[in-house]
């Protein structure tokens, strides 16, 4: 998953290294199947190499998760040395642009500002063989007719996870509807609990995840490139439609139906809070599908005025090559493993409900519950598919920028700001970014 922490120290990436070798001889899974795309086909990708791999740490995916993918890569690399490098912070894409600027960019990332480093001619295009085994939409990280990015796997952005004990105690069913989740925010909030988490502090992002969601209910559901409309001027944020959906979840604020520390709670203190029993519903992206409590956790689309599901699904979970890396062969055929190795895929969906797009890859039996529940939510029958606002990339995506003052900017409606003047704000920035 991705936040925005702005707090990052190149110190603290090589601290965190480590170097893992394709001769180690341990064993973490069943055997590997090669990857059939271009880079694995490639005899150049099987000589000797070493590269290194920026990744992130998170509750869910600690150090000794990567490494126990890596190993499982080795299986079909054993010449295969990789240097595992971890970002200080959550801000992956923040710190890789620190790296770029000092010229020590590693030779495989996960995730980068895709437009930017596109624009510094700083990553490797894939080929489409190497794409071939990747169930992704074609738009999905396209820049200027070319795919810079390999999508490792899909969210959504967000669910509703809830708290299933409190909810059966109170009578309340699993909302469908926005009045749905109004009538039982009221009944928790009347009970003495609180309703509705969200967070913040140096994770801005987890303070606008539940606006973000309905912004692609209320918005991106009626006009799915509402985004390229407005790099074209032909909407604004000004409009009464993204006015009506800003607004309606600056009400829930106001009816006190969010938690009123927020601000002050970064992601992972967060999950801790739900986890803790501090609250009731929990919108959060797919990634929370590996959430664990000593209560059962259910999980359902996120509520729209008629109860017709709206499912916004995020491909931008990526790869990326580096465009001065000294083995583009291994490189390449490293990102297309960690995206297709039944191992690495099925570690990745049960560590951190990640959903597979590895074409032909059947889940195992021993997948959790709520992360089934998760993939089921995803595929939602007859639910309306969006792009999920603020998270896209490539194309698609807000000018380099916007997002970060989308989500500072939004913090100050938690304290009864103006969603008219908050708004007019965010159109004259996407003008000044996008000009850029």
Request: hydrophobic content about 40%; charged content about 15%.
């Amino acid at each position: 998953m991705t936040t925005l922490t702005r707090r990052a120290l190149l110190g603290g990436l090589l601290a965190g290294s480590l170097v893992l070798s394709g001769c180690s001889g341990a064993d973490s899974g069943p055997a590997a199947a090669v990857p059939t795309g271009a880079a694995a086909d490639n005899a150049e990708a099987q000589q000797p190499a070493t590269i290194s791999f920026l990744a992130f740490q998170s509750p869910n995916l600690p150090a000794s998760f990567w490494q126990a993918q890596v190993k499982e890569i080795q299986k079909t690399y054993p010449k295969l040395k990789v240097e595992l490098l971890y970002t200080p912070g959550l801000d992956r894409q923040g710190y890789a642009k620190q790296l770029l600027t000092t010229g020590n960019l590693p030779d495989v990332i996960w995730d980068v500002p895709l437009a930017d480093f596109v624009k510094a001619n700083a990553l490797l295009p894939y080929s489409d063989a190497d794409l071939a085994t990747i169930d992704a939409p074609p738009s999905a990280g396209l820049v200027d007719g070319k795919h810079y990015s390999l999508t490792n796997g899909a969210q959504t952005i967000p669910m509703l996870y809830y708290n299933k004990k409190e909810l059966d105690a109170l009578g309340i069913a699993p909302p469908k509807t926005w009045q749905d989740l109004l009538t039982a925010s009221a009944k928790i909030k009347a009970a003495g609990k609180t309703p509705i988490l969200a967070g913040g502090a140096s994770d801005a992002w987890a303070s606008t995840i539940l606006l973000d969601g309905i912004v692609d209910t209320d918005v991106y559901a009626a006009k799915p490139d509402w985004m390229t409309q407005r790099k074209q001027g032909k909407v604004k944020f000004s409009d009464p439609d993204m006015v009506a959906a800003v607004r309606k979840w600056q009400d829930l604020i106001k009816a006190g139906y969010v938690n009123q520390d927020a601000l002050s709670l970064n992601y992972s203190q967060l999950q801790a809070k739900f986890t803790g029993g501090g609250g009731v519903f929990y919108p959060m992206g797919s990634w929370a599908g590996a959430t664990k409590a000593n209560f059962e956790i259910g999980v359902v689309p996120l509520p729209t005025a008629d109860g017709k599901a709206v499912i916004s699904k995020n491909f931008g979970q990526a790869l990326y090559v580096s465009a001065k890396t000294k083995y583009p062969a291994q490189a390449r055929a490293f990102a297309v493993a960690m995206a297709t190795t039944p191992g690495a895929v099925t570690a990745q969906m049960k560590t951190d409900s990640l959903i597979p797009v590895a074409k032909g890859f059947t889940p195992p039996s021993d997948v959790p519950p709520l992360i089934r529940q998760t993939v089921d939510v995803y595929n939602t029958p007859g639910a309306t598919a969006t792009l999920p606002f603020g998270w896209e990339a490539g194309d698609q995506a807000a000018p380099s920028g916007f997002v970060d003052e989308w989500n500072s900017g939004a913090q100050r409606l938690y304290a009864g700001g103006s969603v008219e003047q908050f708004l007019k704000e965010m159109d004259q920035k996407f003008e000044d970014l996008n000009q850029g």
